[in-house]
């Protein structure tokens, strides 16, 4: 699947990158030092957008192309930023004939956001995931860490706001 | 090396042991098929066309990166393999744009060489859903079409050593060579070199193609056409029709150009000389008068691209004369439209250039001495090959014919433009004969020839110590840029260009496939076509062109004049805002 690449602002701030940087600094002369730079970067900001990769590039002197190449090749890395708070929705097989489609379109109808992407407030985001193992629960979605289960559409409205 | 002995379609053979399967069947006869692989430069062996059997082996294996051993039976042309690399060939078809009829590489496609040699009956056998792409048209220079990508990666690897600005982004099916976050060619770092074109094996990436525009000019009554021929065009010309690579088709080329239609038909190495004079002078004015050093060349507009971009604090370091292209659109506007009557805005001005990023350099700023741009179209070296088989000009059957006069003169100096050092060594040859006021006997300065990527020398001319310093290749480039910012060299003077191996390998010669330059030094003989000419010739320091005499006794002056930097002078700027 092609990755969403944000559209938001990028929010990085001065002491973020000197972070990346002082991690970069104890690393770039080890081979194959670029991708734990890559989730480090990650962790820092919550997802690689251009100004993430053009930092690493310039550090590591190679080209913002060979970056992203490997940016948009590995699932883990997102080019869009989590919100507050990641909503994810499981579509494993069992959540999905269970109706967990319903959830995302509803969840995409009241925030005006597809999975991948994140609010312009940065409140929240949406993801799709695949199972998490709670299929007795189907369908089932995640805010951070809080696990809400047997859902059914409108669930989802009571669900957005006590994050509001 | 030893040899190991290993076995090949039964034949016993004994090979050294660091050969490829590839290279260990090449002395066998056998040239097996490859898509992806670049000797030394990209050995991936990813495409899979390349499979041969190997006893014992659990699968089939990748002829380009296994290495030979000891007692190995290959076999390159089994059932097993042939129905293997077909397969592979009709997978590749079923994601693949197939108007062949209307491409520009039919004929030249490595993709559909490889179909027709391996019997592929039904190309659309395995069609189903397509990789969705867009033609990327945003740079002056090419068309990137993914339609009909293969993914070998091969331009990857020849923009590696360039800039890096493209690569394989996403995953799977939607897997695709591009830039960063989507951006168009023309947002990135891009230095319009082409090297990517002459390495792609199908019809994915192309130049723009300007031979229709150059058509309509010539058939249009109220233009006076004029076209100039870079050196490196003629080193390589005959290799479209067929001729042995090396062959120097100057004759034939100024005699097909005439047929076409063309007016005048002028050399660039005139305008070469004419750099040489102003470079020179250049050069010893700001040695002499503690100007900016090193002094760089600026005949190389991929290099230019890249200073702008990578090196803007390097820029007052670039001479400030024109390229000889531009120089002669210059010269062509002002002086010989004033000498003849016609006015510029009459002359519609050609060059063909063994180069791509030409194309940027005609629409740069300062590039119009005479209110009007100095060039109206370029053309490259397979363009001009388009035109004259469109034309049906029987090409080798053609006499050798003279340039115009009088701007076709030229000199050895000239014509040796087209290679890596040549700019350096026609510059020393006129600045030693200018500083000791002699006209030297010795003046082929063979320290600067050569393939290599850095040259270095140093000259002691009348008591003053040169330190120079020849670059090709951006990666090139970059070493010895950081050497002089970090005090490690001190060089007085720099030729770099930017293609590798300078003009004969510009990104818009004759397309050749990665077995030809495994097995053949493409580069290598292109540049003695060169020297050799260089060689032949009566003149060869550009400050003996009698033609260089007239033009600045009627025109110009003298080097460096007032009215020499107006007219055959430019000025950069930094570009920092591109993504690298």
Known sequence: ?164 | MENVNITINGMPLSVPANYTILEAARLAGIEIPTLCHMKGKNEIGACRICVVEVERARSLVAACVMPVSEGMVIKTNSPKVMQSRKMTVELLLSNHNRSCLQCVRSGNCELQTLAYEFGVEDAGCFDGVKTESVEDKSAAHLIRDNSKCILCRRCVAACKTQTAVIGANNRGFDSAIGSCFNMDLNDVACISCGQCINVCPTGALRERDDTQKVFDAINDPTKHVVIQTAPAVRAALGEEFGMEIGTNVEGKMVAALRRLGFDKVFDTDFAADLTIMEEATEFLDRVQNGGTLPLITSCSPGWIRYCEQFYPDMIDNLSSCKSPQQMFGAVIKTYYAEKNGIDPKDIFSVSVMPCTAKKYEIARDDQSAAGVPDLDATITTRELARMIKKARIQFTKLPDEEYDNPLGADTGAAVIFGVTGGVMEAALRTAVDTLTGKDNENYEFTEVRGLEGVKEATYNVNGLEVNVAVASGADNAKKVLDAVKNGEKNYHFIEIMGCPGGCINGGGQPIHTQSEWATIDIKALRAKALYDQDKSMAIRKSHKNPMIKTIYDEYFEKPGSHKAHKILHTSYKAQTNTIK
């Open chain 1, 1 to 164: 699947m092609l990755k969403k690449i944000s559209s938001l602002p990028f929010n990085g701030t001065p002491e973020q990158e000197a972070q990346l940087v002082k991690f970069i600094d104890g690393i770039r002369t080890q081979q194959g030092c670029l991708m734990p730079i890559m989730q480090e970067a990650q962790s820092i900001y919550g997802y690689l957008p251009l100004e993430v990769q053009q930092i690493i590039a310039r550090e590591l002197e190679i080209s913002v192309e060979e970056v992203y190449g490997i940016s948009t090749f590995y699932a883990q890395f997102a080019l869009s930023p989590k919100g507050k708070y990641n909503i994810s929705v499981c579509l494993g097989t069992a959540c999905y004939v269970k109706g967990a489609q319903a959830l995302v379109d509803r969840i995409t109808q009241i925030l005006g956001i597809g999975p991948d992407e994140c609010t312009a407030d940065g409140m929240f985001s949406l993801e799709a995931c695949r199972c998490i193992g709670a299929c007795g629960l189907a369908p089932v979605l995640t805010v951070n860490d809080d696990v809400y289960g047997r859902l059914v559409e409108k669930d989802v409205d009571d669900i957005i706001k006590k994050y509001q």
